[in-house]
């Protein structure tokens, strides 16, 4: 197959890869009130070469009072988020993923007061094929919540 071609069951297959958790936020405790903030975090994902969009997703996100910057960023397993580096209002970082589906990229997020939004993007192989995904993420702080 042509690396910058997708035909529609490759493109189904990385669909349902990245649905079922491959680079979906990890599942966080989101409850109604409490003392640390809830966002909902929509990610919206490009793929080089692949003929059509993918709709977005959404997931609720509860982040801990006084958390790591790397809180906010969409994880998968076997993945790591290195050199974060926040200045103000802008965060940047690396993100490293390892096994069957290895990719490498760099992300840039931008904060608000109600909110957060930026780009991460990834170079790598999925089933076997190149890859260049770009995420979309924007997350908006909508309360409170109690993080495990």
């Known amino acids: 197959m042509n690396a910058n071609r997708f035909d529609r069951e490759h493109v189904r297959r990385c669909v349902l890869a990245l649905a079922g958790g491959a680079l979906l936020l990890a599942t966080p405790a989101a409850i109604a009130q409490g003392s640390d903030d809830q966002y909902d975090v929509t990610i919206r994902m490009e793929i080089a ?18 958390a790591n910057d790397s809180d906010y960023v969409p994880q998968r397993e076997n993945c790591r988020v290195s050199d974060a580096v926040r200045a103000g209002a802008r965060l940047t970082f690396k993100m490293t993923c390892t096994g069957a589906n290895a990719m490498s990229g760099t992300g840039d997020f931008v904060f608000s007061a109600t909110g957060y939004e930026g780009q991460l993007r990834l170079r790598g192989k999925m089933e076997g094929q190149e890859m260049d995904m770009t995420q979309h993420v924007a997350g908006r702080r909508t309360g409170g919540c109690t993080a495990k």
Do not use: I
């Open 49 to 66: 070469g692949m003929p059509m969009g993918m709709p977005p997703m959404t997931q609720r996100l509860c982040v801990r009072k006084g």
